[in-house]
């Protein structure tokens, strides 16, 4: 199968262990990247073994070697240079979010209608072994009826300057980890009955960025009866990105379900005991781009396609506006 070929925009730090490494796993090609600061697209380029520089994110996407783009951009950026890679004919992996809000990300699924383009959002953990063991494991009934949902992501607190706190980039610990939070409720929504619904929400702005969330609980109730709760903090004293699920017959804890790297674990207590699985430390970012070559080179099924970020933005919003914060604004 050719190598796909990818242009990068931006020259982020997420990129090295989300597209960089990936990308030598897998023998993608990266073809281009473009940065604001030439001199830092430079130095990516030489140190990633990108190769070529482009003036701007619009060469990198005019580029006629390039198939798909990846966006690791700020949150309000997603949306803008997604349109613009459908709009050449791009095949786009986008960080999540997808959008700045749900009006948004809607506007940038309905462009690619009727274009045989993949949309793909970066949830990378779905595609990792440890959340496909953990929905084996609820598949086979061996937690009995599933009763309640917690999905936890708590980090120390970034720089005040540091982009996840600006409105006008589409921050706030819903955009930046709630996301997260929500759309594995989501995921494991097919345990459950189907699609959560929002029950209430509490949550704080940061002091010095007024209408930006620092925190957030998030209250879910499912069609089945089931109960959710979604946590998100970026101001933590301690890191916590863990999973769990409880059914009649027992519980299903992943440790860090973001970054497998450092813990692989799932841990299931059941009428059978009490055991631990390892399911590989191979980063999810790897496990993704493989998914995203094989939705373009050979048509194959992914569930965080653009559709499936609509609905997730559409909470996202919902929590907003819970918290008497309006969603996101979208970029001018």
Avoid at 89 to 97: A, R, S
Avoid at 148 to 172: H, I, K, N, Q, Y
């Amino acid at each position: 199968m050719e190598p796909l070929r990818i242009g990068v925009l931006g020259a982020a730090r997420i990129s090295e262990r989300s597209i960089v490494g990936p990308a030598a796993e897998t023998g993608t090609r990266l073809v281009a990247v473009a940065a604001r600061d030439r001199d830092r697209a430079e130095t990516f380029a030489r140190t990633h073994g990108v190769e070529r520089v482009h003036a701007s994110y619009a060469d990198v996407i005019a580029d006629p070697e390039v198939e798909a783009v990846y966006n690791p951009l700020a949150n309000s950026l997603h949306a803008p240079w997604n349109k613009a890679a459908i709009l050449a004919g791009k095949h786009v992996l986008t960080e999540k979010p997808f959008a700045s809000n749900a009006t948004e990300a809607a506007q940038v699924r309905d462009l690619a209608q009727g274009r045989s383009l993949v949309l793909f959002e970066g949830f990378h953990y779905l595609y990792h072994p440890l959340m496909r063991r953990l929905m084996s494991i609820l598949a086979d009934g061996e937690l009995g009826t599933v009763q309640r949902v917690e999905s936890t992501l708590f980090m120390t607190a970034p720089p005040a300057d540091d982009p996840r706190w600006s409105l006008a980039l589409a921050g706030g610990a819903l955009m930046d980890l709630g996301c997260y939070a929500l759309h594995a409720q989501r995921v494991l929504g097919d345990f459950a009955g189907g699609e959560p619904r929002l029950v209430g929400a509490t949550g704080a702005e940061r002091p010095d960025a007024p209408c930006v969330d620092a925190w957030a609980d998030v209250h879910l109730e499912f069609p089945s009866g089931a109960t959710g709760l979604a946590r998100c903090s970026m101001t933590s004293e301690h890191w916590d990105m863990s999973l769990r699920v409880v059914g009649t017959a027992g519980e299903a804890r992943i440790p860090d379900f973001l970054f497998q790297k450092y813990d692989d674990r799932i841990i299931v207590r059941s009428g059978a005991g009490e055991r631990t699985e390892h399911c590989g430390n191979a980063t999810s970012y790897t496990y993704q781009l493989r998914a995203f070559i094989d939705a373009v080179r050979a048509g194959a099924p992914y569930r965080s396609d653009a559709e499936d970020a609509v609905a997730t933005l559409s909470l996202v919003d919902s929590c907003y506006r819970a918290l008497g914060l309006e969603p996101r604004p979208a970029a001018t």
